[in-house]
Nanobody
Framework: QVQLVESGGGLVQAGGSLRLSCAAS????????MGWFRQAPGKEREFVSA????????GYADSVKGRFTISRDNAKNTMYLQMNSLKPEDTAVYYC?????????????????WGQGTQVTVSS
């Protein structure tokens, strides 16, 4: 069982940066692949980025590639999403998720555990 808590969201101007964190409970954090998803009002939850259990493999949505960087610190049971060059279209609730296998996935149905989400708002 894994419990996830996101933090680091907020209001930022276009072009600015934010770093999201996802703190996980449980002693087997390093056995889980992790991901970030986001959901804007009136839209479905979409894949943003994901990382393998070791951190050696990562994936990004085309819309964030080159601007966002995912990472994890297994010693701290924490995953991060560094978001640079933010755009108004990045505005959404950001969720972290975990799946009980070592490889990452871009499909939300393949994740077993979810956090409550953190709001990111980018003003133009």
């Amino acid at each position: 069982q894994v419990q996830l808590v996101e933090s680091g969201g907020g209001l930022v101007q276009a072009g600015g940066s934010l770093r999201l964190s996802c703190a996980a409970s449980g002693r087997t954090f390093n056995k889980y692949a992790m991901g970030w998803f986001r959901q804007a009002p009136g839209k479905e939850r979409e894949f943003v980025s994901a990382i393998s259990w070791s951190g050696s493999s990562t994936g990004y949505a085309d819309s964030v590639k080159g601007r966002f960087t995912i990472s994890r610190d297994n010693a701290k049971n924490t995953m991060y999403l560094q978001m640079n060059s933010l755009k108004p279209e990045d505005t959404a609730v950001y969720y972290c998720a975990a799946r009980g296998v070592t490889g990452w996935s871009r499909y939300r149905d393949e994740y077993n555990y979810w956090g409550q989400g953190t709001q990111v708002t980018v003003s133009s």
